[in-house]
């Protein structure tokens, strides 16, 4: 099939099934995937060869879009007067998570711990794409506002995806290498420590230029976008000498822009809307495309579906732990704990990469992101609108006792 006949049929069917699945209540993104499955080669063979060769470009053009979204709408004073639980919230459920798949993987599935952990670093990530909608329309009905629940999950999906981004990378190279050494081990916190300090530099060059120039925001949206390419590329430059989180520098830059000249990120975190719009739909149809339809149904599906499983558990348990001793009630965190399921982006995002560069987990990691994403989104998606009203309480209703306060 031709590629442009492919683009047109992923769109139009796409935005037609998605348009459905929002009616009926779950996640658009579910159909986007089912999409992929149905036409890719594994089963209808309807999409264009040339433009499964560009599926990976394209999802890291969706991954810089994500990850600048995410750092534009950051409000990290918000974070702040959360206090410990928004920060635990980051990194320590994902970390529960991780901890969960390095054990029980190697077990069922017969990997390595080093992929075990690549593994761990695609599953672990929550989705904000299933959960902010729901937490601002929440702020916006006014569940849970005296404890700040959806602030709580918004801060802390948009962190936790950073976090085991950055995991990502450092575990990919290990398995790429078959190596852990100090030296492997130190380019973690130095890919992060030079990413931020990427980001800052170019986040204070725009800062200045934003407030000097008055520039349109289209111009603003492409000069952001430029830049961010433009580093993706020096890291894959400096790759053989230096270590360098190109991902967490752009989203610093977006956290920057947010924080001094908030009116301009306001405005190119709209165009950057837009731009997701349209690469949402492919990033998930592409992402769908890519899974063996027979690997998935095998046994060894069903056994991924059990570590899922397993890992979700795990992850609870890292969320309970995040908001311990606060003055969230009982409901309260029993919501927080099932909002903090869903996933779909990240896994999308990065799912893939493993199987795009030859890896031999490669095809096992896109599947076990397929699953997590089939199975927690819709079930993420229906918890936490069937149960707001059950477990949060209302501006204008009486709050129950807190822990603290019985």
Known sequence: MDIFLSLGFIFVIGIAGGWL?????????????????????????LVSPDLLALSSTLRQIALVIILTRSGLSLDWNKLKKLGRPAILMCFLPACFEIAGIVIFAPLFLGISYFEALLLGSVLAAVSPAVVAPRMIKIIEE????????????????????????VLFYSFKGIVANNTFDVW???QIPLSIISGIALGVIVGIMLIILFKKAHLHSVVKTIVLLGISFAMLGLENFLKPYFSLSSLLGIMTIGILLNKFVPCDAKEVEKNYKGLWGGFEILLFVLVGCAVDIKYAISTEGAIILGLIIISLIFRSLGVFVSILFTDYNWKEKIFIITSYLPKATVQASI??????????????VITAAVVSILFTAP????????????????????????ENQL
């Open 21 to 45: 699945f929002n009616r009926i209540h779950l996640p658009k993104l579910v159909w986007y995937l089912i999409l992929g499955i149905l036409i890719s080669p594994s089963l209808f063979n």
């Open 142 to 165: 006014g569940y849970g506002k005296k404890h700040g629940v959806a602030e709580l999950l918004l801060a802390g999906s948009s962190c936790d995806d950073i976090f085991v981004i």
């Open 184 to 186: 492997t081990l130190a």
């Open 351 to 364: 799912g893939g990469i493993a199987l795009a560069e030859g890896l031999p987990c490669g095809t096992l």
């Open 379 to 402: 079930l993420g998606a229906i918890l936490m609108d069937t149960l707001k009203k059950k477990l949060l309480v209302k501006d204008d209703e009486p709050i129950p006792l807190t």
